[in-house]
């Protein structure tokens, strides 16, 4: 099994490299701008089972080089069988208030970015007609709160994105999944207070990740229970939810 | 708010500030919620009982993202893996390759590093000696950026200054360590009803030659002539080979303590109704089994966050070593003073350690017998109690385990630490804890 990951060094992508190393001993090409910590993830891999490990260093600001290295990815392994797109920023949403280069630089990565290599990466896939392509999206892009609307949208508009790709991609075969995890206890989120009992572990959803894959799912939240969470953030009527802080 | 960074046995409860070190190449100075004036920490995962992995003057520096493998020799068994992986991530990947640790505590969640700077031990410490033991090397980065590799031939002061050295030394980034070949994921294990405390030295001494792994259990309850009864396991690992292992998931089928209930459910009633029907579990006296590993070594870890049902106040844990000579008179003390206290501990657990030379310059295990208890926190009953069981310690040349206590004096850790002087020597200047603030009063 050939995989591609960007955003490699992120907790929940390295987590869902790691099953998969040890549980189909993938070949992987990494993606992702920290080479220390790409290399040692490369290691690691290895040692976990994985058959081979191919780095890639770059910041994905530069989108120019997209076109580039996916396509030394799908040099090097012919097939992709599973692209799991997985970089982000939390960024901070009161600076994206006040600075709108902060917004540009938000929607940038989490959604700009996202979409400009799921376009080279659909044209890839079909001609492939196989395999599937995973993006880490959040339980944010949902509904806008006044929390992070910013991070919320830059979600969304991949999400939207990804429903559509979906009906392009089913009639060829290819799966595109869209993930949305809820709270997760990650570097991301490594300044907020886990006390509540929502948070999971990136190995949590990693499992998920591989399951919702093997299934062929669309859509996945994770851990499962976000979906009722959300059913009901999202039915909540505008003159209560206009009082929540959320 | 809950508590990310707290020890196991949450007692004393308080908030503990703290951040991760994010590359092994990193340097400490690179991590900005750390001053030159405050002292912080090195911290694993938490599963220290007391206060030896905590640091309220300052902040603690958590491995928990150097979570990386580095290689792996499955020809000899040397593994190189990042500080804080874990004992159940190694076992995952080395068990169906056919190897395992060469010791191991009674939970698999603890790092590597944190493996170390305790020198922790297993049921087979008669055999093996401790986790020091079969460390091959590591690198020790230190506040000021010099990264010393430490091996037996090479800075081998602060190779023994580092193992059981309480974090104190420096940071550890990397680790070597040495693995066993095992045939399978399983032991043969033998289980013995006991009835008294006599019984339980001569089953230890005969069991010495005959099996890697020896551990009791004693029911708290007994009194009279059956004080120290119990069950006496022994076990080796399985000889025969059906074949590859096959792959672990350490994880599956866990059940969590979801949340911390108002108030402790470990009581005198519930403690004496668990320890007889324990002991009473078992008709036959001598019962022999096929177990799998998980269950025999990781009883505890079947239930995740078990800690958390001794309620908001927590739990103390208090385990001595007694030297081999005193070792019957003085458990046997000890024993009738908490059946005497009426305040029994839940779980009571007995071995005889064996006369493997530990490495470190402190490390807890040495030759004798070691007895572990835990009790819930009622205030000054409780320390009461803890406080007349060190005296028998004390009395008896014994030691406790830094990793489990929160509360003994500095008289007493002097005492039986002579050479903590030299580890105050190693110490990094900008590290302390708790409880070395509280037991030598360095600062
Ligand atoms: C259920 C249970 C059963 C146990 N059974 C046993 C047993 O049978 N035998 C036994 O010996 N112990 C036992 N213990 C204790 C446990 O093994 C030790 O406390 C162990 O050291 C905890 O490791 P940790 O990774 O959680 O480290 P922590 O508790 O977070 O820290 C422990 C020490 O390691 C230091 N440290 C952590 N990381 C580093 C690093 N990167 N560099 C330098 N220093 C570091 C810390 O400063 C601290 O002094 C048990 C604990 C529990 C909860
Ligand atoms: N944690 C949560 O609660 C949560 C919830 C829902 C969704 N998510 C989503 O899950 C995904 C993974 O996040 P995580 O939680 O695993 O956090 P993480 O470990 O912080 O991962 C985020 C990754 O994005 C990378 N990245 C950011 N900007 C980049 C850039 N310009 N160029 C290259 N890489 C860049 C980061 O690289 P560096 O390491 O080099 O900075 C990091 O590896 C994200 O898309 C996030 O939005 C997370």
């Given at each position: 099994?050939?995989?591609?990951?960007?955003?490699?060094?992120?907790?929940?992508?390295?987590?869902?490299?790691?099953?998969?190393?040890?549980?189909?001993?993938?070949?992987?090409?990494?993606?992702?701008?920290?080479?220390?910590?790409?290399?040692a993830l490369a290691d690691d891999l290895k040692v976990r089972g994985a058959t081979a490990v191919t780095i890639?260093?770059?910041?994905?600001?530069?989108?120019?080089?997209?076109?580039?290295?996916?396509?030394?990815?799908?040099?090097?392994?012919?097939?992709?069988?599973?692209?799991?797109?997985?970089?982000?920023?939390?960024?901070?949403?009161?600076?994206?208030?006040?600075?709108?280069?902060?917004?540009?630089?938000?929607?940038?990565?989490?959604?700009?970015?996202?979409?400009?290599?799921?376009?080279?990466?659909?044209?890839?896939?079909?001609?492939?007609?196989?395999?599937?392509?995973?993006?880490?999206?959040?339980?944010?892009?949902?509904?806008?709160?006044?929390?992070?609307?910013?991070?919320?949208?830059?979600?969304?508009?991949?999400?939207?994105?990804?429903?559509?790709?979906?009906?392009?991609?089913?009639?060829?075969?290819?799966?595109?999944?869209?993930?949305?995890?809820?709270?997760?206890?990650?570097?991301?989120?490594?300044?907020?207070?886990?006390?509540?009992?929502?948070?999971?572990?990136?190995?949590?959803?990693?499992?998920?990740?591989?399951?919702?894959?093997?299934?062929?799912?669309?859509?996945?939240?994770?851990?499962?229970?976000?979906?009722?969470?959300?059913?009901?953030?999202?039915?909540?009527?505008?003159?209560?939810?206009?009082?929540?802080?959320? | 708010?809950?508590?990310?960074?707290?020890?196991?046995?949450?007692?004393?409860?308080?908030?503990?500030?703290?951040?991760?070190?994010?590359?092994?190449?990193?340097?400490?100075?690179?991590?900005?919620?750390?001053?030159?004036?405050?002292?912080?920490?090195?911290?694993?995962?938490?599963?220290?009982?007391?206060?030896?992995?905590?640091?309220?003057?300052?902040?603690?520096?958590?491995?928990?993202?150097?979570?990386?493998?580095?290689?792996?020799?499955?020809?000899?068994?040397?593994?190189?893996?990042?500080?804080?992986?874990?004992?159940?991530?190694?076992?995952?990947?080395?068990?169906?390759?056919?190897?395992?640790?060469?010791?191991?505590?009674?939970?698999?969640?603890?790092?590597?590093?944190?493996?170390?700077?305790?020198?922790?031990?297993?049921?087979?410490?008669?055999?093996?000696?401790?986790?020091?033991?079969?460390?091959?090397?590591?690198?020790?980065?230190?506040?000021?950026?010099?990264?010393?590799?430490?091996?037996?031939?090479?800075?081998?002061?602060?190779?023994?200054?580092?193992?059981?050295?309480?974090?104190?030394?420096?940071?550890?980034?990397?680790?070597?360590?040495?693995?066993?070949?095992?045939?399978?994921?399983?032991?043969?294990?033998?289980?013995?009803?006991?009835?008294?405390?006599?019984?339980?030295?001569?089953?230890?001494?005969?069991?010495?030659?005959?099996?890697?792994?020896?551990?009791?259990?004693?029911?708290?309850?007994?009194?009279?002539?059956?004080?120290?009864?119990?069950?006496?396991?022994?076990?080796?690992?399985?000889?025969?080979?059906?074949?590859?292992?096959?792959?672990?998931?350490?994880?599956?089928?866990?059940?969590?303590?979801?949340?911390?209930?108002?108030?402790?459910?470990?009581?005198?009633?519930?403690?004496?109704?668990?320890?007889?029907?324990?002991?009473?579990?078992?008709?036959?006296?001598?019962?022999?089994?096929?177990?799998?590993?998980?269950?025999?070594?990781?009883?505890?870890?079947?239930?995740?966050?078990?800690?958390?049902?001794?309620?908001?106040?927590?739990?103390?844990?208090?385990?001595?070593?007694?030297?081999?000579?005193?070792?019957?008179?003085?458990?046997?003390?000890?024993?009738?003073?908490?059946?005497?206290?009426?305040?029994?501990?839940?779980?009571?657990?007995?071995?005889?350690?064996?006369?493997?030379?530990?490495?470190?310059?402190?490390?807890?295990?040495?030759?004798?017998?070691?007895?572990?208890?835990?009790?819930?926190?009622?205030?000054?009953?409780?320390?009461?109690?803890?406080?007349?069981?060190?005296?028998?310690?004390?009395?008896?040349?014994?030691?406790?385990?830094?990793?489990?206590?929160?509360?003994?004096?500095?008289?007493?850790?002097?005492?039986?630490?002579?050479?903590?002087?030299?580890?105050?020597?190693?110490?990094?200047?900008?590290?302390?804890?708790?409880?070395?603030?509280?037991?030598?009063?360095?600062?």
């Amino acid at each position: 099994m050939n995989i591609l990951i960007i955003g490699a060094s992120s907790a929940i992508a390295t987590a869902t490299a790691r099953l998969y190393a040890q549980k189909y001993k993938a070949n992987f090409f990494l993606v992702a701008r920290d080479e220390a910590r790409l290399s040692a993830l490369a290691d690691d891999l290895k040692v976990r089972g994985a058959t081979a490990v191919t780095i890639k260093v770059t910041d994905f600001t530069d989108d120019a080089a997209y076109p580039q290295w996916i396509e030394e990815a799908f040099t090097a392994y012919k097939t992709i069988d599973v692209t799991l797109i997985a970089h982000g920023i939390l960024g901070d949403q009161e600076a994206c208030e006040k600075d709108v280069n902060k917004m540009k630089e938000m929607m940038f990565i989490n959604g700009f970015s996202p979409l400009a290599m799921l376009t080279e990466l659909a044209n890839r896939y079909e001609k492939q007609g196989s395999g599937t392509i995973a993006f880490v999206s959040s339980v944010a892009g949902d509904r806008g709160r006044s929390s992070n609307y910013v991070y919320g949208a830059s979600k969304a508009v991949v999400t939207t994105f990804l429903q559509g790709l979906r009906v392009r991609m089913a009639k060829l075969g290819v799966q595109v999944l869209t993930i949305k995890p809820g709270f997760v206890d990650t570097p991301m989120t490594a300044d907020i207070d886990k006390s509540g009992p929502l948070w999971a572990k990136p190995e949590d959803i990693a499992v998920g990740i591989e399951k919702a894959i093997v299934k062929g799912k669309h859509e996945v939240y994770l851990p499962f229970f976000w979906r009722y969470i959300m059913g009901i953030i999202m039915h909540i009527p505008h003159f209560v939810f206009n009082k929540l802080s959320l | 708010m809950a508590n990310t960074y707290s020890s196991w046995g949450r007692y004393p409860n308080r908030i503990q500030n703290g951040c991760s070190l994010k590359r092994r190449e990193d340097d400490l100075s690179s991590l900005s919620a750390l001053s030159k004036n405050t002292p912080f920490l090195p911290y694993g995962l938490g599963r220290s009982y007391g206060d030896s992995c905590q640091n309220h003057a300052g902040y603690v520096v958590s491995s928990a993202q150097l979570n990386s493998f580095i290689s792996f020799d499955s020809e000899v068994g040397i593994l190189r893996c990042e500080a804080g992986v874990s004992l159940s991530d190694i076992i995952q990947v080395v068990l169906p390759q056919g190897w395992f640790l060469q010791v191991t505590p009674g939970t698999k969640y603890v790092t590597v590093a944190g493996a170390i700077a305790n020198d922790v031990h297993g049921k087979n410490h008669h055999t093996v000696g401790s986790f020091g033991n079969h460390v091959i090397q590591f690198e020790l980065l230190r506040s000021d950026g010099t990264r010393l590799i430490c091996s037996e031939s090479q800075n081998p002061d602060w190779f023994y200054a580092t193992i059981g050295g309480l974090g104190l030394t420096g940071f550890i980034t990397w680790v070597e360590i040495q693995l066993r070949p095992v045939k399978s994921a399983n032991l043969d294990t033998e289980n013995i009803k006991y009835n008294s405390l006599a019984e339980f030295f001569s089953i230890s001494e005969e069991s010495v030659e005959s099996h890697e792994y020896t551990v009791a259990w004693l029911d708290c309850s007994a009194t009279g002539a059956s004080l120290g009864r119990g069950h006496f396991t022994r076990a080796n690992h399985c000889q025969k080979q059906y074949g590859p292992i096959p792959p672990v998931n350490t994880e599956k089928g866990k059940l969590s303590f979801p949340i911390t209930p108002p108030l402790s459910l470990i009581n005198n009633l519930s403690v004496k109704a668990f320890n007889e029907l324990y002991f009473n579990r078992q008709r036959e006296i001598n019962k022999t089994a096929v177990t799998n590993f998980d269950a025999f070594f990781y009883p505890l870890d079947g239930i995740l966050h078990w800690n958390r049902m001794y309620g908001p106040k927590g739990f103390l844990q208090h385990q001595c070593i007694i030297p081999k000579c005193n070792a019957e008179s003085a458990i046997k003390e000890l024993l009738e003073v908490i059946s005497a206290s009426g305040m029994g501990s839940f779980l009571v657990v007995l071995k005889m350690m064996g006369s493997v030379p530990s490495k470190g310059l402190i490390s807890f295990p040495s030759e004798g017998a070691t007895l572990a208890l835990d009790f819930p926190f009622h205030g000054a009953k409780t320390l009461g109690l803890l406080l007349k069981l060190d005296a028998i310690v004390s009395a008896a040349g014994g030691s406790l385990y830094p990793a489990k206590d929160a509360r003994m004096s500095a008289q007493l850790f002097q005492q039986a630490y002579p050479d903590w002087i030299k580890l105050e020597e190693k110490r990094d200047p900008n590290i302390n804890s708790d409880f070395w603030r509280r037991v030598t009063g360095c600062q």
